[in-house]
């Protein structure tokens, strides 16, 4: 179905240059020269718990002269079926035929995704049948009582408003209210239908379907994109009433009302997977799905246990950003988990209860021993090394780790009754062509051969004693040796460095994009108040939403606009 102007291709619109305030549709890149750092008093003390501040009474804050670009973001699967829900209601829905989502490094987003004509037809489906439902209860959607035009036109400017995250131009108010009465006059449609077909285009609109910021005052998003910003971080979805409230007033201008939403919205139930959400894109927690194990060897891998094991992630890090304190060092050296019966099992304890439980802190120490990271990180007979050492260099410090060179085949080690596992991967260290890389894996990954490819915990292997100790290299300031992946883990969490790799992990995940150069500014102020918070998770949030990266927008260049 077309509708005129209204059927035009969100695609082709977010693909054009705009400049100017009111539509920035293109990713926007300004590079200029950093700030120092100074004292943020235009606005009172940065909030946060803990203090005047996240980093407490005297903290400092870089101001800074850049920010980051602010390319379009179409709705990923689950933004889209989160608005819709909210926007309309419990529907039947299913965004499954979606195209695929893209991704900003490790985490989903669709920013700067071309849409080709395919994929509009699915919006457009999309767009129709929910509508088509929408129709069935439309009293309920639109708040009417009556069917008569004046309530159809003051639907429509409500409907546009929490449609676009935004009030509707007086151009677009008008654009749509004519697409309801030529449809009602001139092509004679019922009340219903004439309102099926708007609600429709609403849903094709490139401003349903994308997240596009405006620049407002002093570099500022408006009041309007910051609740945006705010609702997709924190919930995944539009803004609630009160955010909108918030908007509407311009309390969003400011550090303290920023606060004071942000506090709202993580005591709500809603932002539970956010948590969720980033800690299992950051783990990568969806390959749990398709781990296999021998069953000769592994008789209790089961789709149960994948599925207990992927759980007790998602409690562990709810809990820590629930409870006051909760920090990047809890996550990453606190002895406790939550267990099933065959969970229990893998851990070794016995006649465990579902629910938290404290486990043995010899074994066990934060997320890099859990069930779920040591099997997703393991072969389907063996353990593998370099698999968890990288990710301890990629997810922990940040340093990407280079895929092997092209004229270089990859086998792996074959299994040996008669060697250790550490043993058989010295290979890699002696071969001159291997080593490079893997001098800064193994050493690492081989730390956690007291755990065998489902989790479970060992001490001997093939008869032989298992060597836990290991050596880090490479670091900022947690260069050394440990003797087991309990030392590791506890160094790791010591470290500035892997404080600024979770800051950086946390600004991407909330900002749907890639980090600039332009962002560098923002992450060092960000860091530094993460570590002066003593790496509480909460304050990370609170640093990230009143920073500059993410409360400002870069304008166009001359080049963009030309």
């Given at each position: 179905?077309?509708?005129?102007?209204?059927?035009?291709?969100?695609?082709?619109?977010?693909?054009?240059?705009?400049?100017?305030?009111?539509?920035?549709?293109?990713?926007?890149?300004?590079?200029?020269?950093?700030?120092?750092?100074?004292?943020?008093?235009?606005?009172?003390?940065?909030?946060?718990?803990?203090?005047?501040?996240?980093?407490?009474?005297?903290?400092?804050?870089?101001?800074?002269?850049?920010?980051?670009?602010?390319?379009?973001?179409?709705?990923?699967?689950?933004?889209?079926?989160?608005?819709?829900?909210?926007?309309?209601?419990?529907?039947?829905?299913?965004?499954?035929?979606?195209?695929?989502?893209?991704?900003?490094?490790?985490?989903?987003?669709?920013?700067?995704?071309?849409?080709?004509?395919?994929?509009?037809?699915?919006?457009?489906?999309?767009?129709?049948?929910?509508?088509?439902?929408?129709?069935?209860?439309?009293?309920?959607?639109?708040?009417?009582?009556?069917?008569?035009?004046?309530?159809?036109?003051?639907?429509?400017?409500?409907?546009?408003?929490?449609?676009?995250?935004?009030?509707?131009?007086?151009?677009?108010?008008?654009?749509?209210?004519?697409?309801?009465?030529?449809?009602?006059?001139?092509?004679?449609?019922?009340?219903?239908?004439?309102?099926?077909?708007?609600?429709?285009?609403?849903?094709?609109?490139?401003?349903?379907?994308?997240?596009?910021?405006?620049?407002?005052?002093e570099g500022k998003l408006t009041s309007w994109d910051?609740?945006?910003?705010?609702?997709?971080?924190?919930?995944?979805?539009?803004?609630?009433?009160?955010?909108?409230?918030?908007?509407?007033?311009?309390?969003?201008?400011?550090?303290?009302?920023?606060?004071?939403?942000?506090?709202?919205?993580?005591?709500?139930?809603?932002?539970?997977?956010?948590?969720?959400?980033?800690?299992?894109?950051?783990?990568?927690?969806?390959?749990?799905?398709?781990?296999?194990?021998?069953?000769?060897?592994?008789?209790?891998?089961?789709?149960?246990?994948?599925?207990?094991?992927?759980?007790?992630?998602?409690?562990?890090?709810?809990?820590?950003?629930?409870?006051?304190?909760?920090?990047?060092?809890?996550?990453?050296?606190?002895?406790?988990?939550?267990?099933?019966?065959r969970l229990a099992a893998i851990y070794g304890l016995?006649?465990?209860?579902?629910?938290?439980?404290?486990?043995?802190?010899?074994?066990?120490?934060?997320?890099?021993?859990?069930?779920?990271?040591?099997?997703?990180?393991?072969?389907?007979?063996?353990?593998?090394?370099?698999?968890?050492?990288?990710?301890?260099?990629?997810?922990?410090?940040?340093?990407?780790?280079?895929?092997?060179?092209?004229?270089?085949?990859?086998?792996?080690?074959?299994?040996?009754?008669?060697?250790?596992?550490?043993?058989?991967?010295?290979?890699?260290?002696?071969?001159?062509?291997?080593?490079?890389?893997?001098?800064?894996?193994?050493?690492?990954?081989?730390?956690?051969?007291?755990?065998?490819?489902?989790?479970?915990?060992?001490?001997?292997?093939?008869?032989?004693?298992?060597?836990?100790?290991?050596?880090?290299?490479?670091?900022?300031?947690?260069?050394?040796?440990?003797?087991?992946?309990?030392?590791?883990?506890?160094?790791?969490?010591?470290?500035?460095?892997?404080?600024?790799?979770?800051?950086?992990?946390?600004?991407?995940?909330?900002?749907?994009?890639?980090?600039?150069?332009?962002?560098?500014?923002?992450?060092?102020?960000?860091?530094?108040?993460?570590?002066?918070?003593?790496?509480?998770?909460?304050?990370?949030?609170y640093s990230i939403v009143t920073s500059d990266g993410?409360?400002?927008?870069?304008?166009?260049?001359?080049?963009?606009?030309?």
């Amino acid at each position: 179905m077309q509708y005129g102007s209204f059927g035009r291709s969100f695609g082709s619109l977010a693909s054009r240059k705009r400049c100017g305030r009111s539509s920035a549709l293109l990713a926007i890149t300004v590079v200029v020269a950093c700030g120092g750092t100074s004292t943020r008093d235009d606005t009172g003390n940065k909030p946060g718990p803990g203090g005047n501040g996240p980093g407490g009474e005297d903290s400092t804050y870089n101001v800074c002269d850049t920010v980051g670009p602010a390319p379009v973001r179409r709705l990923t699967r689950s933004e889209y079926t989160n608005t819709l829900k909210d926007l309309l209601g419990s529907l039947p829905l299913n965004s499954d035929s979606l195209v695929a989502d893209g991704s900003a490094g490790i985490f989903r987003s669709n920013v700067s995704v071309p849409v080709t004509p395919s994929v509009a037809n699915e919006y457009r489906d999309l767009a129709e049948k929910v509508a088509g439902e929408a129709a069935k209860q439309l009293g309920a959607v639109t708040g009417c009582k009556s069917a008569s035009d004046e309530c159809a036109k003051s639907f429509i400017s409500d409907f546009g408003q929490r449609a676009f995250r935004r009030p509707l131009s007086e151009d677009e108010r008008l654009r749509y209210v004519g697409l309801y009465t030529s449809l009602r006059d001139e092509a004679k449609q019922s009340y219903e239908a004439s309102l099926q077909t708007v609600i429709a285009a609403f849903l094709q609109s490139p401003y349903f379907l994308n997240r596009i910021e405006r620049q407002g005052a002093e570099g500022k998003l408006t009041s309007w994109d910051m609740a945006s910003r705010l609702s997709y971080f924190l919930w995944g979805t539009m803004p609630d009433t009160a955010l909108f409230d918030a908007a509407a007033s311009n309390e969003l201008l400011t550090d303290e009302g920023i606060q004071a939403q942000t506090d709202r919205l993580l005591r709500d139930p809603r932002a539970q997977p956010m948590v969720r959400s980033f800690y299992a894109q950051w783990l990568e927690l969806e390959k749990l799905d398709r781990v296999t194990r021998s069953s000769e060897r592994f008789p209790e891998m089961s789709h149960d246990l994948l599925v207990d094991m992927r759980t007790e992630v998602e409690k562990f890090s709810e809990s820590l950003h629930a409870r006051e304190g909760g920090s990047l060092t809890d996550l990453l050296t606190q002895p406790f988990g939550y267990v099933t019966p065959r969970l229990a099992a893998i851990y070794g304890l016995k006649n465990a209860k579902d629910g938290e439980v404290d486990l043995n802190r010899e074994e066990r120490a934060g997320i890099l021993t859990s069930a779920a990271f040591l099997t997703l990180n393991a072969h389907f007979e063996d353990t593998s090394p370099v698999h968890r050492g990288k990710f301890v260099r990629e997810r922990l410090l940040c340093q990407l780790m280079p895929s092997p060179p092209g004229d270089v085949q990859v086998v792996l080690p074959p299994p040996d009754p008669n060697l250790s596992t550490r043993e058989r991967y010295q290979k890699h260290l002696d071969d001159p062509y291997c080593r490079g890389c893997h001098i800064l894996m193994n050493p690492i990954g081989l730390a956690f051969e007291g755990y065998d490819p489902v989790g479970r915990h060992r001490t001997n292997e093939n008869g032989l004693t298992i060597d836990t100790s290991g050596e880090l290299g490479s670091t900022a300031d947690i260069n050394g040796a440990f003797k087991d992946p309990i030392e590791l883990a506890n160094r790791l969490a010591t470290s500035q460095e892997v404080a600024g790799c979770m800051a950086k992990h946390w600004f991407t995940f909330a900002m749907g994009r890639p980090v600039e150069d332009e962002d560098e500014c923002t992450l060092q102020a960000v860091t530094q108040a993460f570590v002066s918070a003593r790496l509480d998770l909460r304050s990370l949030i609170y640093s990230i939403v009143t920073s500059d990266g993410f409360r400002k927008i870069a304008p166009p260049t001359k080049e963009q606009c030309e």
